[in-house]
């Protein structure tokens, strides 16, 4: 449910009706744009009687929200969301390239990569310290010898870090390193992982599309980062 307030309305009718709707038991999600406030309720909505919040004089309408996933909706968060990445802006018309190589190897590897890149008109680095591999013979990254190297590409070009968490017993380092934390294809459902990521962080996090994942299971990933703290939250189609 998302309660659509009127031009006119003050921080005062926001603070009043998120009270009402706080003491039902109900969260509350205030987004505020040029020109118009919106109020997102999670929880059981049921509690909440919509006609009566309609006859406060500050609202202009109530909507029910049909989608499971509530945060990650349009809906709750008309406005473009624009996301600083490392002072790299993503969304509402920023375009971010981001370039580099699928694993680090070397730090001249990285650092070569990273200057020809930028170079290029790229102005993120991807590299993967950590490589989650189908056979598990397969070179498997280099791990946190890797971000160290990430982080030397960083201080000689300028351009923000990405890279793939698999797990959270290295997310205390990727906080302190990486500028994008990617969630991989992989563990795009792994609901523990993402649920620690949105606790711990508000960094921004990069979701990729599951293998054979629906739209709305994907989605609902970015629920779990999002209901879970963070809300800076970019999604990647794979290809």
């Known amino acids: 449910m998302i309660i659509v307030l009127k031009q006119e309305a003050k921080t005062e009718d926001v603070t009043r009706i998120e009270k009402t709707i706080e003491e039902k038991g109900l969260q509350v999600h205030v987004s505020k744009g040029e020109n118009q406030t919106i109020m997102g309720l999670i929880g059981d909505t049921t509690k909440v009687d919509p006609e009566s919040i309609e006859v406060d004089p500050a609202v202009e309408k109530v909507m029910h929200v049909s989608e499971p996933y509530k945060l990650a909706n349009r809906a709750f968060h008309p406005e473009d969301s624009v996301i600083d990445v490392g002072g790299v802006k993503i ?28 170079a290029a008109g790229a102005n993120l680095l991807r590299g993967g310290a950590f490589k989650p591999r189908t056979s598990p013979y397969a070179f498997q990254g280099m791990g946190s010898e890797g971000l160290d190297i990430l982080v030397a590409a960083k201080e000689a070009t300028g351009l923000p870090i990405v890279s793939e968490l698999m797990d959270a017993e290295y997310l205390d380092e990727f906080i302190e390193k990486v500028d994008l934390i990617q969630i991989g294809a ?24 599951g293998l054979s994942a629906t739209f709305q299971e ?3 990933s970015a629920e779990y980062i999002m209901a879970s703290g963070n809300p800076n939250v970019i999604l990647c189609e794979r290809g």
């Open 91 to 118: 969304g509402g018309g920023h375009l971010a390239v981001i370039a580099g190589p699928c694993s680090v190897e070397s730090k001249e590897q990285v650092i070569e990569i990273a200057k020809a890149a930028k």
């Open 218 to 220: 994907w989605i609902m």
């Open 186 to 209: 992989r563990n795009m459902q792994n609901f523990d992982l993402l649920k620690k990521v949105g606790k711990a962080t508000k960094k921004p996090i990069l979701l990729k599309r």
